[in-house]
């Protein structure tokens, strides 16, 4: 599929499936996966949707659905050693969707060779649309993004909530992020954080997100000093920031948190 084609996919599914339930959802369309992991019928039909398209244009590849993962552990194996495979999280800040927030995306991204080397985040409710291509660059709505140079006062968002609050050194004090990479990482890429840190690393979270983020000049990696790898053990952490600078000071200072 052209790199044009998924994003009409997304928006498409986004138009027939998701946004017809916002701030619609009856109390039966919302169950709990895990104590407090919510999941909707928007979440379950998208991504069924976006699966069958995406294993009919590219047999053979690996489509790994948050999902379906869920249910299918031998999914996420598969993924980790496939040559070709996509992330799709159909409705990514579930929770902010169920409390009518306008702020979820729906997020696809391809690997190749376990590089993530396309990757696409539709925000339905904000009508816009970030799209990255290995070596082509990030776009939002057409317009190219370069990440904007880092500021004197470096200000630093978390999904975790204990570590809200907290400093990192000199630096401010942790804020919460928007609670959906899918809003997360475009808003790091156009300045709105300087970094972000994340305890979870599932590979249809920050796939799409690491692509956006290195194209537009930024840094993704582990709490390790590793490159981020979607298809590799999950790591500690994640450290997303504006630039090798701001990710090597940060990682210098991650002692500071509790619990690592």
């Known amino acids: 599929m052209q790199t044009t084609d998924v994003l009409t996919l997304l928006r498409t599914v986004g138009e027939e499936v998701v946004e017809p339930r916002f701030r619609s ?7 709990e996966k895990n104590p407090g992991d919510l ?10 949707r976006i699966t069958e398209v995406l294993e009919r244009e590219h047999p053979g590849a690996v489509v ?31 929770k902010n969707f169920v409390r009518g927030s306008p702020d ?5 991204a391809e690997l190749r060779d376990g590089e993530v080397v396309r990757s696409w985040i539709w925000q339905p409710q ?21 990440r904007p140079p880092v500021g ?3 200000r630093g968002v978390t999904s975790r909530r204990s570590w809200i609050g907290r400093a990192l050194g000199t630096l401010g004090a942790l804020e919460l992020t928007w609670v959906c990479c899918g809003v997360d990482y475009p808003r790091v ?7 972000a840190l994340y305890r979870k690393t599932k590979p249809w979270d920050h796939a799409p997100g690491a692509l956006l983020l290195s194209e537009a ?10 490159p981020y790898r979607p298809q590799a053990p999950a790591p500690a952490g994640l450290v997303a920031a504006a630039d090798r600078a701001t990710y090597d000071l940060v990682r210098g200072l991650l002692h500071a948190l509790p619990g690592l």
């Open 152 to 154: 004197e006062h470096l």
């Open 39 to 48: 999941v909707t019928v928007a979440d379950r039909e998208a991504e069924v």
């Open 104 to 108: 979820h995306a729906m997020m696809i």
């Open 189 to 195: 890429v156009e300045g709105g954080a300087d970094y």
């Open 25 to 31: 959802l009856a109390d039966a369309e919302v169950m």
């Open 126 to 146: 904000h009508r816009t649309a970030y799209v990255a291509e290995r070596g082509r660059g990030a776009w939002r709505n057409g317009e190219r993004l370069t």
């Open 64 to 94: 790994l659905g948050e999902e379906a993962a869920e249910e299918d552990d031998s999914v996420l194996e598969r993924f980790a050693t496939a040559d070709h495979a996509f992330t799709v999280d159909p409705v990514d800040g579930t």
């Open 217 to 226: 000049g930024g840094v993704l990696g582990t709490f390790d000093g590793e």
